[in-house]
């Protein structure tokens, strides 16, 4: 069974701290893996897209890593703003043709002045 | 947020009643999908469209259906309202099944 998991399910830094969010899956096929930022509210907007022979991608203070040999994706944020406050999604798609996907529960962050 | 609106963006309905939900875009794009999203789940697939009047099954489409007579709309139906679907919808658009999705902003329906 395809599943997504992701650690820690909450998280709380103080302002101007980085962090970093682990994703780890068992889908297969694997074609992309995404992170998601998600405001309380408001649908999910995409940070990031990686495929398999991509290592890091970075999205302004946002960067992704993904190691597809074990399996595992991070996200780290640099100099946390209170505006990163959020839940944000691992999502790795497994059939194209459809845009398939398993959708991981999410890290809520909350950044504390 | 990239040219897609739901309606209704907030709905409380009886047992029992059906209830369609609307996902508009003005960006053309070829795929259209609606989620649902509850605590304790990640967003799952209801049903997807991979263009008009071509739709699919998701993982949770028991209870559904959906309709998509042309590119810029994508009508998720419940015939039959059941408490086990009250639940945060979310559409989303993306041009090919592996691009960027597009999220819309939510339709929160309760079921009483």
């Known amino acids: 069974k395809n599943q997504v998991e992701q650690s820690p399910q909450s998280l709380i830094i103080l302002e101007g701290k980085n962090c970093t969010l682990q994703?780890?899956?068992?889908?297969?096929?694997?074609?992309?893996l995404r992170w998601y930022k998600q405001d309380t509210g408001r649908g999910p907007v995409s940070l990031t897209i990686m495929t398999f022979s991509e290592n890091t991608k970075s999205n302004g203070r946002y960067t992704a890593t993904l190691d597809a040999d074990t399996k595992q994706s991070s996200l780290h944020i640099t100099a946390s703003q209170l505006s990163d406050s959020a839940s944000y999604i691992c999502v790795v798609i497994f059939n194209t043709n459809a845009g398939k996907s398993t959708f991981g529960d999410g890290t809520t962050l909350t950044v504390k002045p | 947020d990239a040219g897609i609106t739901q309606s209704p963006r907030h709905k409380v309905t009886e047992t029992g009643t059906p209830v369609t939900l609307r996902c508009h875009q003005t960006?053309?794009?070829?795929?259209m999908y609606w989620y649902r999203q509850d605590p304790g789940h990640g967003l799952r697939l209801i049903h997807y469209s991979y263009g008009v009047k071509d739709t699919d099954k998701g993982e949770v489409s028991d209870g559904y259906s959906v309709s998509r007579s042309k590119t810029e709309d994508f009508l998720l139906t419940l015939e039959s309202a059941t408490s086990s679907q009250t639940s945060v919808y979310f559409c989303?658009?993306?041009?090919?099944?592996?691009?960027?999705?597009?999220f819309g902003q939510g339709t929160r329906l309760t079921v009483v």
């Open positions: 960006e053309n794009h070829r795929y």
């Open positions: 989303a658009i993306s041009e090919g099944g592996n691009t960027e999705a597009f």
């Open positions: 994703c780890n899956y068992t889908v297969s096929p694997f074609s992309n």
